[in-house]
């Protein structure tokens, strides 16, 4: 299937580990990014890469670590976890600009949950 | 930063109703996407939609970007519309790193 897809789809850890989600992408795109949701459904990107290339950090604490071996991949590592971290993660992309069309698309969500 | 505004917060419809989304936002933006968040979790992509009008069955969508406004009408509401709706809207910020600002949601609950 033609999709932006993440595992795991839920993931429950304990504070102070260590943890990772992971893209992927099959619609060969160029930019990708991360979004968490917080406990109000509120939205917000905290990462941007284009074609492995970091574009956008959103004051994220450095406990988050994004890296993308390819286009394709944009996998999200976690340090340390905290309690706050406790949300759900998106993963997203879009194609080149071109004609100035840049729909974003979504992955399903990973629903971190720290105890 | 950009802000983006949406009303109501919550509504609450009967089956068969008919609905208006608003979305306002603050400054020049060069895209908008409508989203429909389901009971599940799932970001559904309802419309992508800088300007104009488009309609999708019993969903339509108009942006007025000169007015920095955009409407999602919902017709003949159905359970299954039930969820979040999202507004976002983008501000090119360089050639390939444009990001999706994100409204705080109307809350539908659609009742049979």
């Known amino acids: 299937d033609t999709a932006v897809s993440q595992t795991p789809k839920y993931l429950v850890t304990q504070m102070g580990n260590d943890k990772s989600i992971k893209c992927e992408q099959n619609l060969g795109h160029d930019t990708m990014y991360w979004y968490k949701q917080d406990s109000k459904k509120f939205l917000k990107i905290m990462f941007s890469y284009n074609n492995k290339e970091l574009i956008i950090n959103e004051t994220v604490p450095n406990r988050f670590s994004p890296k993308s071996p390819d286009k394709a991949h944009l996998n999200l590592h976690i340090n340390s976890l905290e309690l706050g971290d406790s949300a759900v993660y998106f993963c997203a992309s879009r194609p080149r600009l071109a004609g100035g069309y840049n729909e974003q698309f979504f992955g399903p969500g990973t629903r971190l949950t720290v105890l | 930063g950009i802000q983006v505004e949406q009303s109501p917060p919550d509504l609450i419809l009967q089956e068969g109703a008919n609905s208006t989304l608003r979305c306002n936002f603050s400054?020049?933006?060069?895209?908008l996407q409508w989203f429909h968040q389901n009971p599940w979790g799932q970001l559904i992509n309802l419309f992508y939609?800088?300007?104009g009008t488009k309609q999708n069955g019993r969903l339509s969508a108009t942006t007025v970007a000169t007015e920095r406004y955009s409407l999602l009408y919902i017709s003949s509401s159905q359970t299954t519309d039930s969820g979040v709706y999202f507004c976002a809207v983008d501000l090119l910020i360089k050639a390939a790193g444009n990001k999706l600002t994100f409204g705080g949601g109307t809350r539908v609950l659609v009742k049979p």
């Open positions: 400054d020049s933006v060069n895209n």
């Open positions: 939609i800088p300007s």
